[in-house]
Nanobody, 124 residues
Framework: QVQLVESGGGLVQPGDSLRLSCAAS????????MGWFRQAPGREREFVAT????????YYVDSVKGRFTISRDNAKNTLYLQMNSLKPDDTALYYC?????????????????WGRGTQVTVSS
C-alpha cells in the first residue's frame, strides 16, 4: 500500500502564493505518475496538474497554467505544487494522487492512491 499525506494549505489573500507538498510512504511505485486535484464545496473533484514518473513532463488545467507549477523529488518521495497569483476561485480541498504508469493522468479514474487533502482558502 501507498500512503499519501498532503501539507502546506492555508488561508491566504488574493495574489499570494502557497506551496503544497505530498509525502509518499509505503510501497513506493517506481514508475508512477502523480497529480493534484481539487474539490470545492458542492462541486466535483477536478484535475489541476499531473507529472510523469521522471518529472520531465507536466500538464495543467487551463485555469492554472502560468500560475501553478507541479514538481517532484523522487529521492524524497515528495510531490509539490507551487501556486502563485492565487485567486478566490482556487479555494478548494487539494488532493495528491498516484497511479501506476509512465504517462500523465488528468482523470480521477486513472488514479490508484489518494491523500486526504489539504485546504486552500483564498479570501480578502
Amino acid at each position: 500500500q501507498v500512503q499519501l499525506v498532503e501539507s502546506g494549505g492555508g488561508l491566504v489573500q488574493p495574489g499570494d502564493s502557497l506551496r503544497l507538498s505530498c509525502a509518499a510512504s509505503g510501497r513506493i511505485l517506481t514508475d508512477a505518475g502523480m497529480g493534484w486535484f481539487r474539490q470545492a464545496p458542492g462541486r466535483e473533484r477536478e484535475f489541476v496538474a499531473t507529472i510523469n514518473s521522471s518529472g520531465r513532463t507536466t500538464y495543467y488545467v487551463d485555469s492554472v497554467k502560468g500560475r501553478f507549477t507541479i514538481s517532484r523529488d523522487n529521492a524524497k518521495n515528495t510531490l509539490y505544487l507551487q501556486m502563485n497569483s492565487l485567486k478566490p476561485d482556487d479555494t478548494a480541498l487539494y488532493y495528491c494522487a498516484m497511479f501506476r504508469g509512465l504517462g500523465l493522468g488528468d482523470n480521477v479514474s486513472q488514479y490508484d492512491y489518494w491523500g486526504r487533502g489539504t485546504q486552500v482558502t483564498v479570501s480578502s
